[in-house]
């Protein structure tokens, strides 16, 4: 299949319900005055609204998608969906904190519902030389929301007030639920007596591994990116928000460039990109009082992370195979998240013990971590692509496993003019 045959109108789709769940959790961040002073909480309790969001995904992503995987997927989308739309709008009316509060756990559920979802329904809707391509599609929704959907969000919020912003996203979603069923292919959900529990999917050849590099990954990024306008600031850069906007416009040129390489590449362009980003550190810690250093590797470590959770995405369901991938991204899930919140609190407690000076020189040894278990683990988790021919040590090792594997290695290794290949976000999510 060409680039030219790629399901565009349903990728795009997928790309908007990316794009939605990102607004949703994160636009509150953007509103805390507002939302403080509307339902009569300090600042802070407001806060914990997006707090709300974030557990209630993190908790939800595995059991649900466990729960719901017998069902037809594009009916299971839909009502994610719908749940968007409904929850939203309980949102944009509600004067209540408690009320607010509940939607948002709501919120968070679909949330991790759609996350576990949205890799595997986009690598299932193309040949598998287009995999790659396909994910980098439906993932480049998380980045353009944290780079322009939640900045004009705000902007939105200031000109016509928050409560119209959210009522705004639910429309979203009810004209997305639309979209998606003219659109987007059905798909069955997998029956009983073809079911992996999760344990097995868990222990999948690859599947750990990968897993182990997105919370590295994640753990080294979040440690330096929560506090990088500290950093930029105490390096004495004056315009710290200059440089988050440096930032946010290199990830939309590094997940293009991935997209354009990873079907072909992937390999090579995960090692590329954790190499760019020990360069990154690298530069930061020893240079970072040169505004043109500063500027610059924050570039590179923006488009070598904006490609990032794609590169680490399209892995994970290499090596678990797509008919697993909802279940296996479901964990991918919970480990981003649990790879933002530990980075995040290392990265305080090294601010706080030792200055922001030593942030890059926090984050470096994990990134070194990462780029090893890549390097390292060719035979399963991130295979070069001639390991996903015939007979490569990819498809032999499945071949040699139970029938759910050797399916999956019949699958990697199906014909493919160009051999094939995850956050969030940035991903964070």
Known sequence: MSPAKLPWAGLLALFTAAFTAVMTELLPAGLLPQLSAALGVPEGTAGFLVTAYAVASFLAAIPLTALLRGLPRRRVLV??????ALLNAVTAVSSSYAVTFAARVGAGAMGGILWAMLVGYAARMVPAERRGRAIAIVSAGITVALCAGIPAGTQLAAAVGWRAAFG??????VVLVGWVLWKVPPFPGEPAARRV?????????????????????????????TYLALFAEQAGFGRPGTVLL???VATVAGIWVVGAVIDRRPRAALLAVLVAVAASMTALGLYAG????LLGAVALWGAAFGGAPTLLQTALVIASGPE??????????????????AGSLAGGLVLEGAGAGALPWTALPVALAALAVVAAARRHAF??????APGGPVAGSRAAGTGAAR???????APAPAPRTTGGTAARR
């Open 383 to 388: 295979p070069a692509p001639g390991d996903l």
């Open 79 to 84: 009502a994610a969906l719908l749940g968007f």
């Open 407 to 413: 399916s999956r290695a019949s699958t990697a290794a």
């Open 168 to 173: 705004a996203l639910s429309a979203v979603a």
């Open 197 to 225: 529990p999760l344990r097995r999917v868990a222990v999948v050849p690859g599947v750990r591994t990968v897993l182990s590099v997105t919370a590295l990954v994640l753990l080294g990024h979040q440690a330096m990116y």
């Open 290 to 293: 040169s505004a043109g250093v």
């Open 246 to 248: 440096v930032f946010g």
């Open 324 to 341: 697993n991938a909802d279940v296996a991204t479901s964990m991918q899930t919970t480990v981003y998240n649990a790879g933002i919140a």
